[in-house]
């Protein structure tokens, strides 16, 4: 496996810079987006673009978020150590890696079955260890429930109910909301009474979120 050097550090640094140039003030998103060493999640070909500020295609139509996405999604989320975070869309695992680094006990659903089993075997080989499953992120995980956090990386039409269902009182849920060529941000935060307090953000635009069955 390629590794972790001195070049590419350098380059993580650079592009963390740009990140707090762009309006990125959480000082532990930057820390942990950081130490993750983001071209070990690209294929050879792309290793040269890993840490330029783009999205780039991980196969099965997925693609890994440009980083100031990333870090625009961590930093909404206000994630504390120890927190439940659960994460609907694994893709390439990126973006665990980042929580997880962040203190986070993550738990996270990929849907497309050759993505799940790549990524799967992946992490334990970087030493990130996130609790990962296959199967329709629509369901969440209500066996695990209730989420501290939850974040969605990808596009939906709605708000799954399942997973406001399972998320805490208090806890914060993030979202691309809108059709597929243009999404706004918006977090739900549930209150004590269990009242959802929404409030959008800027536009995005991410790959569809496809619900009610998981594909191979």
Same mark, same amino acid.
């Given at each position: 496996?390629?590794?972790?050097?001195?070049?590419?550090?350098?380059?993580?640094?650079?592009?963390?810079?740009?990140?707090?140039?762009?309006?990125?003030?959480?000082?532990?998103?930057?820390?942990?987006?950081?130490?993750? %060493?983001?071209?070990?999640?690209?294929? $050879?070909?792309? #290793?040269?673009?890993?840490?330029?500020? &783009?999205?780039?295609? /991980? +196969?099965?139509?997925?693609?890994?978020?440009? %980083?100031?996405?990333?870090?625009?999604? $961590?930093?909404? #989320?206000?994630?504390?150590?120890?927190? &439940?975070?659960?994460? /609907? +869309?694994?893709?390439?695992?990126?973006?665990?890696?980042?929580?997880?680094?962040?203190?986070?006990?993550?738990?996270?659903?990929?849907?497309?079955?050759?993505?799940?089993?790549?990524?799967?075997?992946?992490?334990p080989q970087i030493r990130y260890f996130p609790k990962m499953f296959y199967g329709d992120g629509y369901k969440g995980l209500p066996a695990f429930a209730p989420f501290d956090k939850i974040i969605i990386t990808a596009a939906?039409?709605?708000?799954?109910?399942?997973?406001?269902?399972?998320?805490?009182?208090?806890?914060?849920?993030?979202?691309?909301?809108?059709?597929?060529?243009?999404?706004?941000?918006?977090?739900?935060?549930?209150?004590?009474?269990?009242?959802?307090?929404?409030?959008?953000?800027?536009?995005?635009?991410?790959?569809?979120?496809?619900?009610?069955?998981?594909?191979?």
């Amino acid at each position: 496996m390629e590794q972790d050097n001195y070049r590419h550090k350098g380059l993580r640094k650079r592009l963390i810079d740009s990140l707090r140039e762009k309006g990125i003030k959480d000082e532990n998103v930057l820390r942990a987006m950081n130490k993750v %060493p983001r071209h070990l999640f690209l294929d $050879s070909s792309f #290793l040269e673009f890993a840490y330029q500020d &783009k999205a780039f295609p /991980i +196969g099965s139509g997925q693609t890994i978020s440009q %980083p100031y996405t990333v870090a625009y999604q $961590s930093e909404l #989320l206000q994630v504390k150590p120890e927190e &439940k975070i659960l994460e /609907i +869309g694994t893709g390439s695992g990126y973006q665990s890696c980042v929580l997880l680094e962040m203190g986070a006990k993550v738990y996270t659903i990929e849907r497309q079955k050759h993505l799940y089993e790549k990524t799967k075997a992946l992490l334990p080989q970087i030493r990130y260890f996130p609790k990962m499953f296959y199967g329709d992120g629509y369901k969440g995980l209500p066996a695990f429930a209730p989420f501290d956090k939850i974040i969605i990386t990808a596009a939906a039409a709605d708000i799954p109910k399942p997973l406001l269902d399972q998320l805490k009182p208090g806890g914060i849920l993030v979202v691309p909301v809108g059709p597929p060529d243009l999404q706004v941000m918006v977090t739900l935060h549930k209150n004590k009474e269990g009242e959802i307090v929404r409030t959008a953000h800027d536009t995005f635009r991410f790959v569809p979120m496809l619900g009610n069955k998981a594909k191979d």
